[in-house]
């Protein structure tokens, strides 16, 4: 029988299209529409999601709804009920999918449409495009089609838009935007805009702005143009948002990506109170899991998300729902019957029903009645239409949906099949890929121009993903890969195409690091990822292959990059590794230490450190005590113990596995270095600055000699010497070494690395020590937009910074807007780094300090003392932290008047700090002399002193100064007197 070297085009309508029943799903959905405008009812469960298998006609579903609700709406008279759609299905989207794409470029023209204005967020998409442009990231051209037309451009940026078009051609499009936004700062928008946000500066709106907090201000416009809407008498009175393709940016993980955006407008509007009329309709594949993602905030109740959504699982067409199909189809070619082809397919329809349905049905095991897939009918017609002359059902069809697909590919020219076998190792593909396949001999007797003819929109299994990106249905790209896995030469030639994919964007990837440009390395390295990982999974990529490709793709980013990503991707290897081989694997074990130590660089110490913990017996099990896996589980024990606020264990780890690594792998061995250098850093965290910085300075000669002078490492201890040397009084020195660190790292490592980071916090830090608080202010700043950007807003460097930023912020003068800004992040340290981790207990510290510095003397004394308990329990009555708080909390006691009190806790403190911190430490002799000026105080000589009885004195100059910082007092309030 001669093969169709060609795809015939459809003849009838899909079956997704013709399809009308699936009445339980349809009347849950009436009812949520007529519960949104009806009066008086509001839905109790504001969000409603609907999942199952790709396919199953999700979409016709909510359009069939949609176009019900309308009908019953025109009858009544008008349309109270606004939709809002956004369709994620033609997009090729991952958990990484930007939040300003999802919310700016999607949920803004679904709502602009369904004429919901937006006017603060409107300022903020422009002020954030603005900034694009100054990068480079957007061009003039992508501003003016998110301005759109003059008029819509009055109606999104103001009165202001107009006299600035006349300078459009003479003004570069940065300078025109710019412009506009400063002009905007007069629009009545920009001023409510300034009012709502006062702390979201659009002239400076970075990425991490724009992904923490567009969620806020799209449901602020959201919540007053609904709550207008209530006012009067105008339509719509209601809104619901639906969006198609929810799996898109569906992920596993808690992260501040698409998902989480999105999960927080639904909150944000869901909570509202009182509650609005406005919904929510996801359709995805997956059920969701929202409860145990993002019910654990300590502001929500526990059954948050069990309250608030309802899920309803959508299956497969019923068998009455195919045969209606097929009716309709009968009826279609009916009316053509005076065409030939359309005369052959109706007779062979019509003889051939039973075969065609049982071809169809979706054969698994737990379906309760027959179940078919809209595809699939589509399918067998397509089938029959290419193969009417001699068709013959057993042949061309078989039995189960699997069959049919099988039957489709055997009957396909074979070098089109290999082509689309080829495409579809690719996930997603375009032109570009395309090429390169074709380039690599990869896809064979297919010229360029083919492309077109692949992707033509009669080949309905070919569906767009995006502009110029197309995806096959997933039913076939399951289909194309199986028959691709069955072929003895399958698997080889799977892995040559996967291979010269990945080694594209492993290209790509090595060109962003080049450039040091984080998010093209994060868009290489996904891609790059997701193949090897979806190929890998399905068992159509050999473990003994993936592995080795999945980890050099991992090692080709520099260290500490990307943590959330990594921790993703690492997240899906574990779960090839375990199906392919085995839980106790060496790789699984090893995928599991990653998953820990990407748990921790994404900013949860805890967690990290718990799965830490599990993973090291499995290992000793395994493995072995001396293995060197086992030797790096115990080194990122050690870390993750330190980090989440035990240092002494931290240091004592790191001591016991010090001796272990000299006897195994050496003393010049990279790792044994690395542990010197968390020894000293542990140590210096215990308080012994002098001591730490003699171990740094021995370790750095060492460091040049094995590693080199540009190494990470070698770095990182030249930053660690300069902070030392800071620490114990040189602030001069180490300023000048930080300065002289910065260009080798912003060369070696790239201006975005963690490592570069910090050593811009501490040329700041240093900058306000030497007294120029207003720079170092600055330079917080800016800091803290390039870590929000890079690291994300929980990570604990970001934290770390915005408690930076408050303490300067006090320095400068302004305590209140100091104590503000710590009180603000004090439960985002509690809920990302626990109540036990330093820079928690450090910012309660400073609370206290500010609160006593604002004026408040007794609060403040309340706050030391609830907060000394605490420091005893988590750094031991031992530490300059825990010293520090009892020095303040005689301090605030004696601002209180209780000059008795002061000299009894001074008098208890001075013996501790001579034992710890030495006779000579400027700290225990400004204890001693307070010691002095109190019983001086006490027994007063009227010939020495004018001073009132009962005002406890000013502390020494060397003395820790009152507010909290930890910075001695001439150093920070003393200098102002």
Same mark, same amino acid.
């Given at each position: 029988?001669?093969?169709?070297?060609?795809?015939?085009?459809?003849?009838?309508?899909?079956?997704?299209?013709?399809?009308?029943?699936?009445?339980?799903?349809?009347?849950?959905?009436?009812?949520?529409?007529?519960?949104?405008?009806?009066?008086?009812?509001?839905?109790?469960?504001? +969000?409603?999601?609907?999942?199952?298998?790709?396919?199953?006609? &999700?979409?016709?579903?909510?359009?069939? #709804?949609?176009?019900?609700?309308?009908?019953?709406?025109?009858?009544?008279?008008?349309?109270?009920?606004? /939709?809002?759609?956004?369709?994620?299905?033609?997009?090729?989207?991952?958990?990484?999918?930007?939040?300003?794409?999802?919310?700016?470029?999607?949920?803004?023209?679904?709502? &602009?449409?369904?004429?919901?204005?937006?006017?603060?967020?409107?300022?903020?998409?422009?002020?954030?495009?603005?900034?694009?442009?100054?990068?480079?990231?957007?061009?003039? =051209?992508?501003?003016?089609? /998110?301005?759109?037309?003059?008029?819509?451009?009055? =109606?999104?940026?103001?009165?202001?838009?107009?006299?600035?078009?006349?300078?459009?051609?003479?003004?570069?499009?940065?300078?025109?935007?710019?412009?506009?936004?400063?002009?905007?700062?007069?629009?009545?928008?920009?001023?409510?805009?300034?009012?709502?946000?006062?702390?979201?500066?659009?002239?400076?709106?970075?990425?991490?702005?724009?992904?923490?907090?567009?969620?806020?201000?799209?449901?602020?416009?959201?919540?007053?143009?609904?709550?207008?809407?209530?006012?009067?008498?105008?339509?719509?009175?209601?809104?619901?948002?639906?969006?198609?393709?929810?799996?898109?940016?569906?992920?596993?993980?808690?992260?501040?990506?698409?998902?989480?955006?999105?999960?927080?407008?639904?909150?944000?509007?869901?909570?509202?109170?009182?509650?609005?009329?406005?919904?929510?309709?996801?359709?995805?594949?997956?059920?969701?899991?929202?409860?145990?993602?993002?019910?654990?905030?300590?502001?929500?109740?526990?059954?948050?998300?069990?309250?608030?959504?309802?899920?309803?699982?959508?299956?497969?067409?019923?068998?009455?729902?195919?045969?209606?199909?097929?009716?309709?189809?009968?009826?279609?070619?009916?009316?053509?019957?005076?065409?030939?082809?359309?005369?052959?397919?109706?007779?062979?329809?019509?003889?051939?029903?039973?075969?065609?349905?049982?071809?169809?049905?979706?054969?698994?095991?737990?379906?309760?009645?027959?179940?078919?897939?809209?595809?699939?009918?589509?399918?067998?017609?397509?089938?029959?239409?290419?193969?009417?002359?001699?068709?013959?059902?057993?042949?061309?069809?078989?039995?189960?949906?699997?069959?049919?697909?099988?039957?489709?590919?055997?009957?396909?020219?074979?070098?089109?099949?290999?082509?689309?076998?080829?495409?579809?190792?690719?996930?997603?593909?375009?032109?570009?890929?395309?090429?390169?396949?074709?380039?690599?001999?990869?896809?064979?007797?297919?010229?360029?121009?083919?492309?077109?003819?692949?992707?033509?929109?009669?080949?309905?299994?070919?569906?767009?993903?995006?502009?110029?990106?197309?995806?096959?249905?997933?039913?076939?790209?399951?289909?194309?890969?199986?028959?691709?896995?069955?072929?003895?030469?399958?698997?080889?030639?799977?892995?040559?195409?996967?291979?010269?994919?990945?080694?594209?964007?492993?290209?790509?990837? #090595?060109?962003?690091? *080049?450039?040091?440009?984080?998010?093209?390395?994060?868009?290489?390295?996904?891609?790059?990822?997701?193949?090897?990982?979806?190929?890998?999974?399905?068992?159509?990529?050999?473990?003994?292959?993936?592995?080795?490709?999945f980890a050099a793709l991992d090692k080709a980013i520099p260290w500490g990059l990307l943590a959330r990503p990594r921790l993703a991707t690492w997240t899906?290897?574990?779960?090839?590794?375990?199906?392919?081989?085995?839980?106790?694997?060496?790789?699984?074990?090893?995928?599991?230490?990653?998953?820990?130590?990407?748990?921790?660089?994404?900013?949860?110490?805890?967690?990290?450190?718990?799965?830490?913990?599990?993973?090291?017996?499995?290992?000793?099990? +395994?493995?072995?005590?001396?293995?060197?896996?086992?030797?790096?589980?115990?080194?990122?024990?050690?870390?993750?113990?330190?980090?989440?606020?035990?240092?002494?264990?931290?240091?004592?780890?790191?001591?016991?596995?010090?001796?272990?690594?000299?006897?195994?792998?050496?003393?010049?061995?990279?790792?044994?270095?690395?542990?010197?250098?968390?020894?000293?850093?542990?140590?210096?965290?215990?308080?012994?600055?002098?001591?730490?910085?003699?171990?740094?300075?021995?370790?750095?000669?060492?460091?040049?000699?094995?590693?080199?002078?540009?190494?990470?490492?070698?770095?990182?201890?030249?930053?660690?010497?300069?902070?030392?040397?800071?620490?114990?009084?040189?602030?001069?020195?180490?300023?000048?070494?930080?300065?002289?660190?910065?260009?080798?790292?912003?060369?070696?490592?790239?201006?975005?690395?963690?490592?570069?980071?910090?050593?811009?916090?501490?040329?700041?830090?240093?900058?306000?020590?030497?007294?120029?608080?207003?720079?170092?202010?600055?330079?917080?700043?800016?800091?803290?937009?390039?870590?929000?950007?890079?690291?994300?807003?929980?990570?604990?460097?970001?934290?770390?910074?915005?408690?930076?930023?408050?303490?300067?912020?006090?320095?400068?003068?302004?305590?209140?807007?100091?104590?503000?800004?710590?009180?603000?992040?004090?439960?985002?340290?509690? *809920?990302?780094?626990?109540?036990?981790?330093?820079?928690?207990?450090?910012?309660?510290?400073?609370?206290?300090?500010?609160?006593?510095?604002?004026?408040?003397?007794?609060?403040?004394?309340?706050?030391? =003392?609830?907060?000394?308990?605490?420091?005893?329990?988590?750094?031991?009555?031992?530490?300059?932290?825990?010293?520090?708080?009892?020095?303040?909390?005689?301090?605030?006691?004696?601002?209180?008047?209780?000059?008795?009190?002061?000299?009894?806790?001074?008098?208890?403190?001075?013996?501790?700090?001579?034992?710890?911190?030495?006779?000579?430490?400027?700290?225990?002799?400004?204890?001693?002399? *307070?010691?002095?000026?109190?019983?001086?105080?006490?027994?007063?000589?009227?010939?020495?002193?004018?001073?009132?009885?009962?005002?406890?004195?000013?502390?020494?100059?060397?003395?820790?100064?009152?507010?909290?910082?930890?910075?001695?007092?001439?150093?920070?309030?003393?200098?102002?007197?």
């Amino acid at each position: 029988m001669a093969r169709k070297k060609s795809f015939s085009l459809p003849f009838v309508p899909t079956a997704a299209e013709i399809f009308t029943d699936r009445e339980a799903p349809r009347k849950v959905l009436g009812d949520f529409f007529d519960g949104l405008h009806g009066s008086p009812v509001v839905p109790s469960r504001p +969000v409603k999601v609907f999942y199952g298998v790709g396919g199953a006609g &999700k979409s016709a579903l909510r359009a069939k #709804a949609v176009d019900e609700c309308r009908a019953r709406m025109s009858d009544q008279g008008g349309y109270p009920l606004a /939709f809002a759609h956004v369709d994620l299905d033609s997009d090729r989207i991952t958990p990484a999918y930007p939040i300003f794409d999802l919310f700016a470029g999607r949920l803004r023209a679904a709502l &602009k449409a369904a004429g919901c204005p937006l006017p603060l967020f409107d300022v903020y998409c422009l002020a954030w495009h603005a900034r694009g442009m100054s990068s480079g990231t957007f061009s003039a =051209e992508q501003v003016q089609d /998110f301005l759109g037309t003059h008029q819509k451009a009055s =109606e999104v940026a103001g009165s202001w838009w107009a006299p600035l078009t006349d300078f459009a051609t003479s003004l570069k499009g940065v300078d025109l935007v710019l412009k506009a936004g400063i002009a905007f700062r007069t629009a009545w928008h920009t001023r409510r805009y300034a009012v709502h946000f006062p702390n979201l500066e659009l002239a400076e709106l970075s990425e991490a702005d724009f992904m923490q907090y567009a969620h806020h201000v799209l449901a602020h416009d959201l919540l007053a143009f609904l709550d207008a809407q209530r006012e009067r008498n105008g339509h719509p009175k209601a809104l619901c948002i639906t969006i198609d393709g929810f799996e898109r940016i569906q992920s596993q993980v808690c992260a501040h990506d698409a998902q989480w955006a999105l999960q927080e407008l639904c909150s944000r509007i869901a909570t509202a109170d009182p509650q609005p009329r406005c919904g929510f309709v996801l359709f995805g594949r997956n059920r969701l899991q929202w409860r145990e993602l993002y019910d654990r905030r300590e502001d929500l109740p526990e059954d948050t998300w069990d309250a608030l959504l309802e899920q309803h699982l959508v299956g497969g067409l019923g068998e009455t729902d195919a045969e209606y199909f097929l009716d309709q189809a009968e009826a279609w070619y009916t009316a053509r019957a005076v065409d030939p082809r359309s005369a052959e397919i109706l007779e062979i329809l019509s003889e051939n029903r039973k075969a065609i349905l049982d071809a169809a049905e979706d054969l698994a095991d737990d379906q309760p009645a027959r179940s078919f897939h809209p595809y699939t009918l589509d399918l067998a017609l397509r089938q029959i239409d290419s193969h009417r002359d001699g068709f013959n059902a057993s042949t061309h069809l078989g039995r189960g949906h699997k069959e049919l697909q099988a039957r489709f590919l055997r009957y396909m020219d074979e070098g089109q099949r290999s082509a689309m076998q080829a495409l579809a190792l690719a996930l997603t593909f375009d032109h570009a890929v395309f090429r390169l396949l074709i380039k690599e001999d990869l896809i064979k007797g297919i010229p360029v121009q083919g492309f077109h003819n692949l992707v033509d929109p009669a080949n309905s299994h070919i569906l767009p993903a995006g502009p110029q990106v197309y995806r096959f249905h997933s039913k076939m790209q399951e289909a194309l890969l199986a028959h691709l896995h069955d072929q003895p030469s399958g698997p080889k030639q799977a892995a040559d195409v996967i291979a010269s994919l990945v080694a594209h964007y492993s290209a790509q990837l #090595a060109e962003a690091v *080049r450039r040091h440009d984080v998010a093209a390395m994060q868009a290489a390295y996904v891609r790059a990822a997701d193949i090897l990982l979806a190929h890998a999974d399905t068992g159509l990529l050999d473990v003994a292959v993936f592995g080795p490709a999945f980890a050099a793709l991992d090692k080709a980013i520099p260290w500490g990059l990307l943590a959330r990503p990594r921790l993703a991707t690492w997240t899906r290897a574990e779960g090839v590794f375990r199906a392919r081989l085995s839980a106790d694997a060496e790789k699984t074990l090893g995928a599991r230490g990653e998953i820990a130590y990407w748990t921790g660089e994404s900013g949860d110490a805890r967690t990290a450190l718990a799965l830490i913990e599990a993973l090291l017996p499995d290992q000793r099990r +395994v493995l072995g005590p001396d293995h060197p896996d086992i030797l790096k589980t115990r080194a990122n024990l050690a870390t993750w113990t330190g980090q989440a606020g035990d240092a002494h264990a931290a240091l004592a780890l790191f001591e016991a596995l010090l001796l272990d690594q000299q006897r195994v792998l050496g003393p010049d061995h990279p790792d044994t270095l690395t542990t010197r250098n968390n020894i000293a850093t542990w140590i210096g965290e215990c308080g012994d600055a002098g001591r730490a910085l003699a171990l740094f300075e021995a370790l750095l000669p060492d460091q040049q000699r094995v590693l080199g002078p540009d190494h990470p490492e070698t770095l990182r201890t030249r930053n660690n010497i300069a902070f030392l040397i800071g620490k114990t009084g040189d602030l001069g020195t180490a300023l000048s070494l930080f300065e002289k660190l910065l260009p080798d790292q912003q060369r070696v490592l790239g201006p975005d690395h963690p490592d570069t980071l910090t050593t811009c916090n501490n040329i700041a830090s240093f900058i306000g020590w030497t007294g120029d608080v207003g720079t170092a202010l600055s330079q917080f700043e800016n800091l803290l937009r390039d870590q929000q950007r890079v690291l994300g807003p929980d990570h604990p460097d970001t934290l770390r910074t915005r408690n930076n930023i408050a303490g300067w912020t006090g320095m400068g003068g302004d305590t209140s807007t100091a104590l503000t800004l710590l009180e603000a992040l004090l439960p985002d340290l509690l *809920r990302v780094l626990g109540p036990d981790h330093p820079l928690t207990l450090g910012t309660r510290h400073n609370i206290a300090g500010w609160t006593g510095m604002g004026g408040d003397a007794s609060t403040a004394l309340t706050l030391f =003392e609830a907060l000394l308990p605490d420091l005893l329990r988590v750094l031991g009555p031992d530490h300059p932290h825990t010293l520090n708080a009892r020095h303040n909390i005689a301090y605030w006691a004696g601002k209180c008047g209780d000059v008795a009190k002061v000299l009894a806790l001074s008098e208890a403190l001075l013996p501790d700090q001579q034992c710890v911190l030495g006779p000579n430490h400027p700290d225990t002799c400004a204890t001693a002399d *307070r010691i002095a000026d109190l019983q001086q105080r006490l027994h007063p000589d009227p010939q020495t002193t004018d001073d009132p009885p009962g005002q406890p004195p000013s502390p020494a100059r060397n003395a820790p100064c009152p507010c909290g910082s930890g910075k001695r007092f001439k150093h920070c309030h003393g200098q102002r007197g």
